[in-house]
């Protein structure tokens, strides 16, 4: 089962900054937090990963809060091609298992 | 660097026939996942390989599905005889273990749609 809960459904506008979250409460110390996306008719495709500290990549910034309970995923300036379903999973390390929940289905608005 | 291959792309078929679905991972990738994404879902793993050994097979319904690795490269899923209920996208995913890396990233392929009449 998935570890984690996310909002079904989130709008954003075209150039503004799309802000993801995610809950994780039972995640534990040595889990990972992962970011993938699914693009319709296309594989999931990974964002980023993190452990403690905050992110960022060319795609996205994530945000990990202190206890660990819940992070945010921050796509800056959003555009069009950013409309897709984002997937929060928490992941132990060794185990290259990835569990999916229902994702959030991001639309980004002209 | 090529992805991850896999064809056919789209396949219908009537209930208790059967289908095969075919993946070439990223070269060099020695781990190879099987998902199986029902609409409206998140994809759930069916079987993971390691080289052409299997790690995790739990969640693979084994009196009907089958997949296999011979040469740890390419693999088949197969699915014999079908039901409605396995109309899905299959999805092949690859990715590299590190040795000594506990994070890995996956690739995923862009997925087999099957429809079962």
């Known amino acids: 089962d998935a570890k984690t809960t996310q909002p079904p459904s989130m709008d954003c506008a075209e150039g503004r900054a799309a802000n993801l979250p995610c809950n994780h409460s039972t995640i534990s110390g040595n889990e990972y937090v992962y970011w993938y996306r699914q693009i319709h008719s296309q594989g999931p495709q990974y964002i980023i990963h993190?452990?403690?500290n905050n992110e960022t990549n060319e795609m996205a910034s994530l945000i990990i809060t202190e206890d660990r309970k819940s992070s945010t995923l921050i796509l800056p300036h959003a555009t069009l091609r950013d409309t897709a379903v984002y997937y929060c999973i928490v992941k132990t390390p060794g185990s290259e298992k990835l569990v999916f929940g229902k994702g959030t289905k991001l639309t980004v608005n002209p | 660097e090529a992805g991850v291959a896999q064809s056919p792309r789209y396949k219908i078929i009537e209930k208790r026939q059967s289908v095969a679905f075919w993946c070439n991972p990223i070269s060099g990738h020695a781990t190879l996942y099987w998902y199986q994404q029902i609409l409206g879902q998140g994809p759930k793993l069916l079987i993971q390989?390691?080289?052409?050994?299997?790690?995790?097979d739990s969640q693979l319904p084994k009196d009907r599905f089958s997949a296999e690795r011979l040469k740890g490269v390419d693999s088949t899923l197969k699915i014999q005889p079908a039901k409605l209920e396995d109309s899905a996208v299959y999805l092949c995913?690859?990715?590299?273990?590190?040795?000594?890396?506990?994070?890995?990233?996956?690739?995923f392929g862009e997925g087999s749609r099957l429809t079962v009449l």
């Open positions: 995913a690859s990715s590299a273990r590190t040795s000594g890396s506990p994070t890995g990233e996956l690739f």
């Open positions: 993190g452990l403690k």
């Open positions: 390989f390691q080289n052409n050994g299997v790690v995790d």
